[in-house]
Each structure stands twice: as C-alpha cells, then as structure tokens.
C-alpha cells in the first residue's frame, strides 16, 4: 500500500510538472494583458481629453491628426490584448477543487477533520472535440475504523482495502474522469472513456456544486458512480415561446462494476445503461422542469466475488422557479432476487444572492448491504464568490427496522452536523 | 414523495410562459462574413451557454461577453440568459468542472467589443444600439424585445 502511495504521488508529480509550467505561462501573459489593458486605459483618457478640446482653426488640424494616431495606437493595442487573449483562451484549461470538511455524529463513528479532496482538472476543445481528466488527490480518513459507508462525498472505487495505519497525510491518487468526446452536432455526440454515470447527482457530485456536505445515503447502492466505456448522447428540442420543449438521450456500453473496479471485467458480456430526459419549457420565473429515467443492466461482483446480475432503473427531477430549487431522485435495484430502494428530495432556496438553504429528506432500504435508513438534513450555504462555498448541515438519523437489518444490534436514531470548505479554481 | 413531485407538475403547468417586457437596450452583433441574419433567442442563449458550437457554414462559434460589471452585461444576462450575472458565473463553474468548458472571453467597451467581432470571423457579442458602426452586422433576434 505504502509503495503504491508513493509511486501513486510521484506520478502525480510528474503528471502536473507541465501544468505548473503552463500555469506559469498563462500567468504571464495574463499581467502582459493587464498592462496592455493599462495602456489602452491611458491612451482612452487622452483620446477623450483630446476630443473635448475645442481647437481653435490654427491648431485644428495637427490636434486632428494627433488623435487620429492615438486612435491608431488605441487599435494597436486593442488588437495585441485580443491577440494575447486568444492565446491565453486556446491554452489547456486547467481547473480544480479543494475540499475540507469536518464531520460529528452520535454514531460510533468519531469526529474528524478531513482534508478531503484535491482535485485537478485539465480540458480542451478542439472543433467538435473536447477532452478532460480529472486528478483526485483523496486522503483516507484520520481514524481507521471510519469506512466510507456512510455518505461520502466522493464518487469511485467503492470498497477500498483498509488504511493500515492511521498516520494523517496518506491518500490516494485517482484518475476520477478521463474521456474524450465528439460531438457532431446536437443530435449525436459519442464519449469514450472513464466518465461518470449520467444521473444528476453523480453528474454533479462535485463538493463546490452540491449544496450538502453529505451525499444521499441510498447513492453508492443503486447506479454505479462510474462508467468505462462508450456512451452515445444527444437531443432535439422544439422552440416554444422563448424557450424549447427538448428531449434528450444517452446510451452506454461499459465494463461491469466488480467490487467497485470496472478494470476488473474480464467478461464479454458488458453492462449497458440508457437515459432519456424531457426538458419542458420555461420562462419568466420558471427557470428549469426537467425529468429523466434511467435504466442500468449489468453485473456486479459483491463481497463474495461472485457474479450477479444488476438491474436497477430510477427516475429524477429537477425543478427550479425564482430563487426556489427541487431535486429529487428515486431508483431501485434487483440482484440475487433482492430489491435495494432509494430516494432524497431535497428543496432548497436562495435567501440572498450568497445565502441558501436546503433541506434533504432521503432513505435507503437495501437488504444486500444490510441497512435501512431515514435521514433528515437542514443545512445553510454561504458562497462570498460563485468559485468558494462555506458548508454547514445538521442531520437526524433514524435507522428503520427491516427484516434484514441486524436484529440482534440495538438501532439508535442519532444526531450529527457536518460541515465543509471548498474553493473552486 | 409522488405528492411532492404532482405538486410540483401541477405549479409548472399553471405557469404561463412570459418573456420579459422590458425593451432590449443591445443588439447582437457578428462578423461581417457571417452569412447569417437572424437567430431566434433561444438559439442566442444556446451560443452564450456554449451549448451550440458551429455556425451553419462550419465556422466555430465565438460568443464574446462584456465585463461582469458592465450594465450591458447584466441587461443582457437578464433579457437573454433569463438569469443574473451571478448566477451565470455559477453555472460556469458547473460547466468547468463537469464539461471542461469556461465562460466565454470578456471585453470591457464597445470599442473593443467591435474590434474583437470585426476581426474575428466566427464571433457573435452584443454592444448598445448607438455603438454600432459599419465594421460588424447586426443580427436580428427573435423573441427578444
């Protein structure tokens, strides 16, 4: 594991050696920029106190031909800065999250501080095609004994070997998104690669882009977080009014999950998942209506390493009136003749332009992993720029009695609070 | 939950669709070789959003935006976006780190806005009605008032 980790960190290393380079370029052409930016500044100054002279006749003309060669420099410049520009704009984008968090809860489970997530992330559009990766710097959690089981925000590998020690600092490095794309028009594009499942929240799972700390507890039962594969996607859309009444789709082949690592798929028969969406109208304070199903077939090799068949379908929504928001997602899952359910609703509104509040009730019902559970969270975000948001959420706890939960173990509703820091840049 | 969401269904239907009624104080301005001359508002929001990428005669598409604080900008946000600047740098945060995709390129006056469109043969940006001269076409826009 130790070696693992740091083969893992030098390749890292070695991976963003040419982004720092390349950061450190745009940086210099983005103060070239700035100062160009200065100078036009100062020639529109003197172009404007220039043309509010009123030049008696005899000086008439050379003022004339004075501003004329400040215009022509103004153009000069402008043209330089457009330049600089469009160099800055064709370079690789390069972006990222970080994430800390802090977590508390009535359960066994300790508190901890976590510096959760660093991720990076570098894109690039060419015509038609767009590519992107993502890096993920993941560090285990301080205490062994805590498993992510109970809704962490972050979406692989599923059930990871154990820490072996508990020395803060150690983590992992993961390639969370690494695809290609071609898109033809928007009828048809095709994506190849590691990508994330097509549902809402796995698609925006990020911790700067939710509004919880927390993930649903029913998310990592149901669809897998990732697929490798080949998805195919596109919409029509027909205009109404000022907006458009679309349907869109997706379509995708992948490697099974097995253990929560698709690399694991040596078998012929792939899993293979669709979604089809319907995006309504909208207009005045009726800003987003959007419903879309979801059908996932595949198999998935459990603790036992056995291979079982897994169907799961589910459905979402995602409404969005004025400053009001409503997300829901519902699924249900069958292997081993077992059925898994989950859902969260969660509505939240925007108090003021830096402020929203949300509220998410969720439940899991899942006899495979043994646990029934109802959650209720509130929580409050406070984001000072889009990029930052400040993170804070009580939640309640209700384990529910199920003939397959662990009868024998006494199951206590308990309390928690969970908070986190993430930047965006 | 299935009351939740056909009480939600019940409130979208009851909405009635209202474009705003405040008059455009910008219009829409491209290359003088861009053989289009007219763009409905949704296909303009989709070129902003940069959900559209190629023009009709294969020329890609170069949505210019102005600078954040620009009234123009934010009329333009409002009128044709249907969101506030804000909420639009939040949805580029979105699209960056899902998509890889990031915001269109700002300028920050006409002057440069006309520029940048006159010398760029795929662009498309927008400038108040008395700053347009004879270096950009204008671009019809239905649905936008």
């Known amino acids: 594991m130790t070696r693992t980790l740091v083969l893992a960190v030098v390749l890292f290393i070695a991976g963003a050696r040419p982004a720092l380079a390349q950061q450190s370029e745009i940086a210099a052409l983005r103060a070239e920029l700035a100062r160009q930016q200065a ?19 005899a000086v008439a003309a050379p003022a004339s031909a004075a501003v004329q060669e ?27 999250y970080y994430n800390f968090r802090f977590s508390a809860d009535g359960s066994e489970e300790p508190a901890a501080f976590q510096q959760h997530h660093l991720g990076v992330i570098m894109a690039k559009q060419l015509g038609r095609f767009n590519f992107l990766m993502e890096l993920e710097l993941q560090n285990v959690p301080h205490h062994p004994e805590i498993t992510p089981e109970n809704g962490e925000e972050h979406a692989d590998e599923g059930p990871e070997e154990k820490p072996e020690s508990d020395i803060s600092g150690e983590g992992q490095v993961a390639v969370e998104n690494a695809w290609m794309e071609y898109n033809h028009n928007r009828h048809f594009g095709v994506r190849v690669g590691k990508q994330l499942s097509p549902q809402y929240w796995w698609q925006n799972h990020y911790p700067n882009l939710t509004l919880s700390t927390l993930l649903p507890i ?39 999950n097995f253990e929560g690592n698709s690399r694991a798929d040596l078998r012929d028969g792939k899993a293979w998942g669709a979604r089809g969406q319907l995006r309504f109208p909208t207009g005045g304070a009726l800003r ?39 997300q829901t997602e519902w ?35 899942s006899p495979r992993i043994r646990r029934a559970e109802r959650r209720h969270i509130a929580g409050l975000n406070y984001r000072p720029y889009p990029q930052i948001a400040l993170k804070g959420e009580f939640y309640r706890s209700q384990p529910l009695e199920r003939e397959f939960t662990h009868a024998d173990e006494e199951q206590k509703p308990f309390n928690g609070f969970a908070a986190a820091a993430v930047f965006f840049f | 939950m299935i009351r939740t969401l056909l009480a939600a269904a019940l409130l979208v239907l009851l909405w009635t669709d209202h474009p705003s009624t405040q008059g455009a104080s910008f219009v829409v301005v491209v290359n003088k070789a861009n053989p289009v001359k007219a763009l409905t508002l949704v296909e303009l929001r989709r070129i902003f959003m940069k959900q559209s990428r190629m023009w009709s ?18 009329q333009f946000s409002k009128q044709v976006m249907n969101r506030s600047v804000r909420e639009m740098a939040e949805y580029w945060v979105q699209q960056s780190m899902t998509q890889g995709i990031t915001p269109p390129s700002t300028q920050r006056s006409a002057r440069s806005v006309l520029r940048f469109v006159a010398g760029v043969p795929g662009a498309i940006s927008y400038v108040p009605p008395a700053d347009v001269d004879d270096t950009v076409m204008v671009v019809k826009v239905t649905g936008l008032q």
């Open chain 1, 288 to 326: 987003r209506f959007d419903v879309a199903a979801d059908i996932y077939r595949g198999h998935v090799g459990l603790t036992t390493k056995e291979l079982v068949e897994d169907n799961v379908v589910g459905f979402e929504s995602q409404l969005e009136i004025s400053r009001f928001r409503l």
């Open chain 1, 331 to 365: 699924a249900r899952g069958e292997s081993l003749g077992m059925s898994r359910t989950g859902y969260y609703v969660q509505p939240a509104v925007r108090l003021h332009e830096d402020w929203i509040s949300f509220y998410r009730a969720e439940q899991l019902d």
């Open chain 1, 39 to 57: 100078v036009i500044a100062q020639l529109l100054q003197r172009l404007d106190a220039l043309e509010k002279e009123k030049p008696s006749s």
């Open chain 1, 218 to 256: 029913y998310l990592r039962e149901l669809f897998p977080a990732e697929v490798v594969g080949v998805m195919m996607q596109g919409s029509v859309a027909k205009p109404v009014g000022s907006s458009e009444f679309g349907v869109g789709y997706k379509f995708y082949v992948a490697n099974n």
């Open chain 1, 70 to 96: 400040l215009q022509d420099d103004l153009n000069a410049q402008e043209d330089s800065v457009n330049s600089l520009r469009e160099i800055v704009n064709n370079k690789v984008n390069v972006n990222g």
């Open chain 2, 57 to 74: 005669h294969a020329e890609p598409m170069v949505p210019v935006d102005w600078d954040s604080t620009a009234d123009v900008r934010q």
